[in-house]
């Protein structure tokens, strides 16, 4: 179908797309309006953020992009199954343990013993998600104006060729962003109705599960599991080996231990070095069997299972074609400018590994398409990024570790709040938006914050956050600390009122200081 002269309402895309993923629209959609015989700058195997966002970059610097994808809507897996329906999940979870921990107090409804509807919440989803794809379209057709195939798989012929609807596309470059998918363990039992990974759970989740689990420590398994719990359900985790280690930015030991700790207390079980060793049921799931870390054979019952064992790089139909070099993990490999072994090849997104977050996607995509344009001092590094989750609570955290710090440095000085976080300390504090009302009724539950702070140079070194309403002031926190931002700096900032997650008050506390100390 050339849409090409045609100009779609969001509406119209919405109905679409529909027509296309219920199979009553099976040709491409074609938008070409730069005309097919002319080569490209940049084509973009993929349709997710990385190709999106490096497809408007290479526009915006006077090039010319093709975007291809197999799906009929750009945008990729965040909108579709990923990261939008995590954060939908979450926005739930801390609404249902708002009602739990109030509990009839206040004129509330009491809710210790209600219900979450997890099914409804995932069909509510899939209600909605179509407009997000539709926008995308739209915007991408209408205001970023460059070129885009969908609803037809890419065949990559060589570094400047590919192959979709039966003609070839030449180009000056190639930039692959075909995501990942779920890595599916080796267990008897994975194919039972009930066995579910975050992509088919808002596909095919036709039940409300009540004994639910999860396997696997993951950020997805923490997430999901977090979510399920505050739902009512009873879950457990089961972790191969730690819940809560991330690479290649990790959480500060304390935050670690906080969370775990408040995950516990809210009912959710974690079993760590737990190894799965079969999910057992004739038709569908009834149980799940695992090994422990001495050897005991366990077994939970179960009517609902998520695997969050992990993602694999959508790697496979490039290597061969194109003797790409892969990681140890099945990712492409690349170096700071996207560039893959293969010149004029790139890769962005998933497709190269950890972490497999939206920001990086869209960093990548933009980072791959200013080089083939010749800005060549557009380098990504990963390892320095702020990173976060949700576990009802938002946990966020940039810079470096209190381990880290004390590696690097000789004198580093420790901020927290609570002082010391002593458990027998039943303080509301910290607080900020979304947690006033916990801290006075279970203050507890309030939260945890720390930063670090190199007490020679008086810079700011890492900065983490257990709470609510934190996660955003992280972006800019990164960009202080890469501009080497000092405990006088943050002193001298204004706030609005309590709002730890730019830890202003707290500097303030010791900012007059000469020499530094602990707090």
């Known amino acids: 179908m050339d849409i090409t002269s045609k100009s779609l309402s969001v509406q119209q895309w919405i109905e679409l797309i529909a027509e296309c993923e219920a199979g009553k ?41 093709l975007v291809i994808e197999r799906w009929p809507f750009l945008g990729g897996s965040c909108p579709h199954n990923a990261c939008v329906p995590h954060h939908i999940f979450s926005d739930c979870a801390a609404e249902f343990d708002l009602l739990r921990w109030i509990d009839g107090r206040l004129g509330f409804p009491e809710f210790r013993n209600g219900r979450g509807r997890i099914h409804e919440i995932v069909k509510m989803f899939t209600h909605g998600r179509g407009s997000a794809h539709a926008f995308m379209n739209w915007q991408t057709k209408e205001q970023l104006r460059y070129d885009f195939i969908l609803n037809a798989s890419a065949t990559v012929i060589d570094p400047h060729t590919v192959e979709v609807a039966g003609k070839r596309y030449r180009t000056r470059a190639i930039v692959l962003g075909t995501g990942s998918r779920t890595n599916i363990p080796d267990i008897p039992g994975t194919n039972l109705h009930g066995v579910f990974t975050h992509e088919s759970l808002v596909e095919e989740l036709d039940y409300e ?13 923490v997430e999901y599991g977090s979510f399920f719990r505050a739902a009512g359900a009873n879950v457990t985790i089961l972790a191969r080996s730690e819940v809560l280690r991330f690479e290649p930015v990790a959480l500060d ?67 061969s074609t194109l003797g790409l070099k892969l990681g140890k993990r099945g990712e492409v490999v690349v170096d700071s ?21 939206m920001w990086k996607a869209r960093k990548s995509g933009v980072n791959a398409a200013k080089n083939i344009m010749g800005e060549e001092e557009a380098h990504l590094d990963v390892r320095n990024y702020p990173d976060f989750l949700h576990t009802t609570y938002e946990v966020s955290w940039v810079g470096l570790t209190e381990k880290q710090a004390r590696e690097q440095y000789s004198n580093v000085i420790v901020i927290k709040m609570p002082p010391g976080n002593p458990p027998q300390w039943d303080i509301p504090l910290p607080l900020a938006d979304r947690t006033m009302l916990y801290g006075f009724l279970d203050p507890k539950r309030s939260g945890f914050q720390k930063c670090l702070i190199d007490g020679d140079s008086r810079r700011m070194l890492g900065f983490c956050h257990v709470g609510y309403g934190c996660k955003d002031s992280f972006q800019y926190l990164d960009y202080l600390l890469k501009q080497g931002v000092t405990i006088d700096d943050m002193a001298g900032m204004n706030e609005l009122f309590l709002n730890p997650g730019h830890f202003i008050q707290l ?4 900012a007059g200081m000469k020499k530094l100390e602990d707090l």
């Open 209 to 221: 599960p009540n004994n639910i689990v999860v396997v696997g420590g993951s950020k997805t398994g």
């Open 253 to 319: 030991e304390e935050a670690r231990d906080y969370v775990l700790d408040a995950m516990q207390t809210r009912g959710l079980v974690v079993r760590e070095h737990a190894a799965v060793t079969e999910i057992v049921g004739t038709d569908r799931v009834e149980a799940v069997k695992y090994r422990t870390s001495s050897g005991e054979e366990q077994t939970i019952p179960a009517d609902f299972v998520l695997l969050a064992t992990g993602m694999r790089p959508n790697a496979e139909p490039f290597a």
């Open 337 to 357: 400018r996207m560039r893959t072994s293969v010149p004029d090849v790139y890769a962005t997104g998933d497709l190269i590994g950890h972490p497999m977050e």
């Open 25 to 65: 629209c099976r040709d491409p959609l074609i938008n070409l309006p730069s005309g097919a015989d002319r080569t490209y700058d940049a084509i973009f195997v993929g349709g997710g953020p990385g190709s999106r966002f490096g497809g408007a970059q290479v526009q915006a610097m006077g090039g010319l992009s």
């Open 507 to 510: 500097c303030r506390l010791r």
